[in-house]
């Protein structure tokens, strides 16, 4: 596989945004994974601030969840 932009240079690893193939001169390397260009890196950055914010309303659902159960709980066990 030959890399997106310079198609003399093998792949040295595949944009996590776009999936296109990065060699060594091409390649961006960021916290939220392999990128092929500024673009990605964004696409990239906004990708884990969405997920990040699902994942906080997830746990605060799951949080919610489990108080119902515990009430739920609580009044059955009042009851027996
Ligand atoms: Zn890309
Ligand atoms: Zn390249």
Redesign the pocket.
Known sequence: MR????SD?DVVGVCKSGGNG??????ASTEYGVSCSESCTRCLKEERALHESFTKRLSGVWRGMKAVVFIAFGAIAFRL
């Open positions: 890399s997106y932009s310079h240079a990065v060699c060594n001169a091409c390649i």
